[in-house]
């Protein structure tokens, strides 16, 4: 089955303390990208990646770090979290380009 | 002014009637343009993309794009009850970039 997934699904974490979001597409694409979605903000990307190696800022890319050394895995890196950076969180991957993106289940991260 | 502007709603509908949701934009140079779809506590999913001015159809969607006025829209024939959901108008960012922004999502209600 062709898709995206993201682990963990929720995390409740402290401030400071550093982690990692895993995220995973099985169908080969090219292009990913790392989304947050805040209630009367939408969808706000964070990072993309067009290929391997290749990544780029998208709006909201502070306080966040990426790599993407395999096509199909592009894990989000939280350094020292914060009260602010909690949200929902959701990876995304399409063939090429930034269209036309398939989602993950998304994660829920609380930072306290 | 937002890149890209909807208005939250909700839009209510009945039954069997047609909805539109409509999104504006303000980079003229923009190229590509979606249409997702998000359930309450789902992932967005990609219902239309539409890349070139006048309508899309398929099935009860239709697409429509102006690029002279930087307006593109959505039309959903015979709304169902499970048509309600949030819908979010995204378009591509600057030519070349892997930058997708969204608009901050129309819900919409269809009553029985």
């Known amino acids: 089955e062709a898709q995206v997934t993201q682990n963990p699904r929720y995390l409740i974490t402290v401030t400071g303390k550093k982690l990692t979001v895993t995220c995973s597409q099985n169908m080969n694409h090219e292009y990913m990208s790392w989304y947050r979605q805040d209630p009367g903000l939408g969808l706000r990307q964070i990072y993309y990646?067009?290929?391997?190696?290749?990544?780029d800022k998208g709006d909201v890319p502070e306080g966040y770090k990426v790599s993407r050394k395999e096509k199909r895995n592009f894990p989000l890196i939280l350094e020292s979290p914060s009260p602010n950076q909690t949200s929902l969180y959701f990876c995304?991957?399409?063939?090429?380009?930034?269209?036309?993106?398939?989602f993950g289940p998304g994660t829920r991260l609380t930072v306290t | 002014q937002k890149e890209v502007e909807q208005n939250s709603g909700p839009l209510s509908v009945p039954e069997g009637a047609i909805a539109s949701l409509n999104c504006t934009y303000s980079?003229?140079?923009?190229?590509?343009f979606f249409w997702y779809r998000q359930y309450s506590g789902k992932s967005p999913e990609l219902i239309m993309s539409i890349y070139s001015n006048g309508d899309k159809e398929d099935g009860r969607f239709t697409a429509q794009l102006n690029k002279a006025s930087q307006y593109v829209s959505l039309l959903i024939r015979d709304s169902q009850p499970s048509d309600s959901a949030t819908y979010l108008c995204a378009v591509n960012g600057p030519s070349n970039t892997g930058k997708l922004i969204f608009g901050q999502g129309t819900t919409l209600q269809v009553k029985p």
């Open positions: 995304a991957s399409s063939a090429q380009g930034p269209y036309e993106q398939y």
């Open positions: 980079d003229r140079g923009s190229q590509s």
């Open positions: 990646s067009m290929n391997v190696e290749v990544t």
